[in-house]
């Protein structure tokens, strides 16, 4: 069974720092695409980033390019978000994503 | 970018009336090489991720009661459920993964 399990969300000052953590188990986590998105309180879901098995290839919502760096390590089974310069607008929660198969979810909030 | 345009926003059906929920793409999410519609539907209760119900356009995911049937080719595409149960009621979206992933607005569901 898909499981994908994140943390890191938490409460920052507009133009703080914040790392997602994303650990992967039931599949092969060095052969398979990962997703985040993300759902901002009371609203629609958002593609964020992806990045191939390899890590080689990366991409990126143009609200979040040169701000988020999304990175795996497939030794550890883990995908992360690094999050710089945060802004008022990625308040929501965050979500590690693999073939349609969503984790629960951790909850960014960026306010003064 | 697709863009993916869901219908209604709202949507109010009696218990065991049929209520059906359309999804348009802005361009074919048709793979042509194996006839396979990249598009999903998901149901989102609150405080909950997102649950895959329905992938490649049509294939129920294991364990979704089959009141739940997705239909639709190309760019036009239906999530019907047949006979609407109390724990149906949730946010509905749909989800093309052909490109860069994009979702519709959702769909809300509930008892009239």
């Known amino acids: 069974e898909v499981q994908l399990v994140e943390s890191g969300g938490d409460f920052v000052q507009p133009g703080g720092s914040l790392r997602l953590s994303c650990v992967a188990s039931g599949f092969t986590f060095s052969g398979s695409w990962m997703t985040w998105v993300r759902q901002a309180p009371g609203k629609g879901l958002e593609w964020v980033a992806h990045?191939?098995?390899?890590?080689?290839?990366?991409y990126y919502v143009d609200s979040v390019k040169g701000r988020f760096t999304i990175s795996r390590d497939n030794a550890k089974n883990s995908l992360s978000l690094q999050m710089s310069s945060l802004r008022a607008e990625d308040t929501a929660m965050y979500y590690c994503?693999?073939?349609?198969?969503w984790g629960q979810g951790t909850l960014v909030t960026v306010s003064s | 970018d697709i863009v993916m345009t869901q219908s209604p926003d709202s949507l109010a059906v009696s218990l065991g009336e049929r209520a059906t929920i359309n999804c348009k793409s802005s361009q074919s999410v048709l793979h042509t090489s194996t006839n396979k519609n990249s598009l999903a539907w998901y149901q989102q209760k609150p405080g909950q991720p997102p649950k895959l119900l329905i992938n490649w356009a049509s294939t129920r995911e294991s364990g979704v009661p089959d009141r739940f049937s997705g239909s639709g080719s190309g760019t036009d595409f239906t999530l019907t459920i047949s006979s609407l149960q109390a724990e149906d009621v949730a946010v509905y979206y749909c989800?093309?993964?052909?490109?860069?992933?994009?979702f519709g607005g959702g769909t809300k569901v509930e008892i009239k």
């Open positions: 990045i191939s098995p390899d890590g080689g290839q990366k």
């Open positions: 994503v693999r073939d349609c198969r």
């Open positions: 989800h093309q993964y052909f490109s860069t992933p994009t």
